[in-house]
């Protein structure tokens, strides 16, 4: 999975992604120029791998990774000239999702520039500049589609393209994101290629100073509905990522109410709201979490896993990392008749342990 941090200049992208991954980016109250993004690729610790690979003992442990990518920030107005620069906009273009980051902090030269604090007039600004950036990509490609088809470049795909151009137009137009758009399988092929960013889930991350963590619950109401919110303390979790020692880390999280990681908490937050889940290889070579989609099936798995196990797809072998665990071993799955074969269609449970049988 790979989550990019947008939100307006100064919003604490940097923080938040030092916060998450530990590493220490430059971060500043003034304007910098660096507008390359910042990446980095975070194990998700989940503690099911830790036990099943102390089960197996394998040779190799794997867990899950969330790529986070840090952009430079947005200003208002930004869509005219392209609210991303080239490098960005390609980067953002293969996110899975989009965390929009929202000040929640005061400094006093941030606000000299930006002003006081105003997360709600912020989410407003960033969603309108990405409907806009859209808008602008759509109606240009309506213009060109226009002028083809004036000039008899009259094709049934050019005119079914027009069609669906049109109502992204009317719908962008109206303020709303290509996301939540109902198309059909034809439409979203013909316009995939555009891949607009505000077709991509977004989610909000609430960058509170201390004081004020915990103290949202007015303005997460307010978006209920609209975007899902993780509320972050992202300086004081990013000056976290300088402490060794776990329980210290503790001492001062529950001094203001955090109960997990900042990296847990997001990938927590991230698969439930994304729809991601996890299933499991074992043997004695390798323990391997792997992430799919919710719905997602037994032959999506094999794809994961390796293009070939989805070609030569014969059947899974499937069980629960909750009987493994519970009954103690493989073999004790077997003899309680826990231990399944699926077909293709086998829709796939978090938690799942598969093994595909495949022969190309
Ligand atoms: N008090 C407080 N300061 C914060 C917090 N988060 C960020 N800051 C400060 O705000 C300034 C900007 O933080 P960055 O993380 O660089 O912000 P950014 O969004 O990456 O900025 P750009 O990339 O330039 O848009 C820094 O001086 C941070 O120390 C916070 O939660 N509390
Ligand atoms: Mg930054």
Redesign the pocket.
């Known amino acids: 999975m790979n989550i990019g941090l947008i939100?307006?200049?100064?919003?604490?992208?940097?923080?938040?992604?030092?916060a998450l991954t530990g590493r220490a980016e430059?971060?500043?109250?003034y304007?910098?120029q660096?507008m390359e993004p910042n990446m980095a690729v975070v194990d998700v610790l989940d503690p099911r791998v830790t036990e099943l690979s102390a089960m197996y003992q394998p040779k190799k442990t794997v867990y899950a990774n969330i790529e986070v990518v840090?952009?430079?920030?947005?200003s208002a107005g930004a869509a005219e000239h392209g609210v991303f620069s080239g490098e960005a906009m390609a980067r953002v273009k293969t996110t899975d999702a989009l965390a929009i980051?929202l000040?929640?902090?005061?400094?006093p030269?941030?606000d000299e520039t930006y002003g006081t604090p105003n997360p709600a007039a912020d989410i407003e600004s960033i969603t309108t500049e990405l409907i806009l950036a859209d808008q602008i990509v759509a109606e240009r490609r309506l213009e060109r589609i226009r002028s083809d088809l004036k000039r008899g470049k009259k094709t049934p795909t050019l005119a079914a393209e027009e069609k669906t151009i049109e109502r992204l137009v009317a719908r962008l137009n109206d303020g709303l994101p290509v996301a939540g758009i109902e198309l059909t399988e034809e439409e979203n092929r013909l316009i995939s290629g555009f891949q607009f960013v505000s077709a991509k889930p977004v989610f909000v991350v609430l960058?509170?100073?201390?004081d004020r963590y915990g103290k949202s619950a007015e303005f997460i109401e307010s978006l209920s509905g609209k975007h899902d919110v993780v509320e972050?303390?992202?300086?004081?979790e990013?000056e976290l990522t300088n402490i060794d020692d776990a329980d210290e880390r503790q001492v001062f999280m529950d001094d203001i109410g955090i109960t997990e990681s900042a990296i847990s908490r997001l990938t927590t937050f991230a698969y439930e709201k994304l729809g991601y889940i996890s299933f499991f290889t074992v043997g004695s070579d390798e323990v391997r979490a792997w992430t799919i989609r919710v719905g997602e099936t037994a032959l999506d798995a094999a794809g994961t896993i390796h293009s070939d196990l989805a070609r030569g797809f014969i059947r899974a072998e499937v069980f629960s990392y909750e009987d493994v665990i519970n009954l103690g071993s493989e073999k004790a799955v077997k003899e309680k008749g826990k231990f399944r074969l699926e077909g293709k269609s086998y829709v796939v449970h978090d938690g799942d342990i598969l093994h595909v049988r495949f022969s190309v």
């Open positions: 939100g307006l200049r100064k919003s604490g992208k940097t923080t938040i992604f030092n430059e971060v500043s109250e304007v910098t660096k840090d952009f430079a920030g947005l980051v000040r929640n902090y005061t400094d030269v941030v960058n509170s100073s201390e972050f303390a992202g300086k004081f990013m």
